[in-house]
């Protein structure tokens, strides 16, 4: 799955993405099924560290689709994700609709060279992130705990 979702949102964003915003992408593509559902989408087990939101497996996804359905290239310090072939299309994927509506709602709100202040800001304020941030020190390395978030959706509800 995840490299499904990574090229949907390669092939929705027609290549303007950046790498950050990509592993934010993903980081609330999990966090938002995992509040809905008690589910991730992906396997990934998200971590927080002095560098950051991260995840091994994106690195080596992306080392593995490069040259193949993706290409990475590095401008001015960022790396930009790009379709290999233009003309790919998100509907090729065959995701679900149920959640094209998630992945479509991120790329909407987030996308874009000028939202990604924005982005970190909201990313970085989850109820896993500030579960990390609270209780241990910046230069550990934290398994983020998705369930946070839900967890604050059934208190918010009074559930």
């Known amino acids: 799955m995840l490299d499904k979702l990574i090229k949907y949102f390669v092939y929705g964003t027609k290549g303007y993405i950046t790498k950050k915003q990509l592993i934010k992408f993903l980081y609330l593509t999990d966090l938002y099924s995992v509040k809905w559902t008690g589910k991730q989408l992906t396997d990934l087990d998200w971590y927080y560290d002095q560098f950051g939101l991260w995840n091994e497996g994106i690195n080596a996804a992306l080392n593995q689709m490069n040259g193949k359905e993706i290409i990475q290239e590095l401008q001015e310090n960022t790396t930009y994700i790009k379709p290999i072939n233009e003309a790919a299309q998100v509907d090729d994927l065959q995701i679900p609709l149920s959640i094209k509506f998630v992945l479509d709602n991120i790329r909407r709100e987030w996308a874009g060279a000028g939202k990604l202040?924005?982005?970190?800001?909201?990313?970085?304020?989850?109820?896993?992130?500030?579960?990390?941030?609270?209780?241990?020190?910046?230069?550990?390395?934290?398994?983020?705990?998705?369930?946070?978030?839900?967890?604050?959706?059934?208190?918010?509800?009074?559930?």
């Open 117 to 159: 202040n924005q982005l970190l800001e909201y990313v970085y304020s989850t109820a896993p992130m500030l579960e990390a941030k609270n209780t241990h020190h910046p230069e550990e390395k934290v398994k983020l705990n998705l369930q946070a978030e839900r967890e604050k959706l059934v208190s918010e509800l009074g559930l």
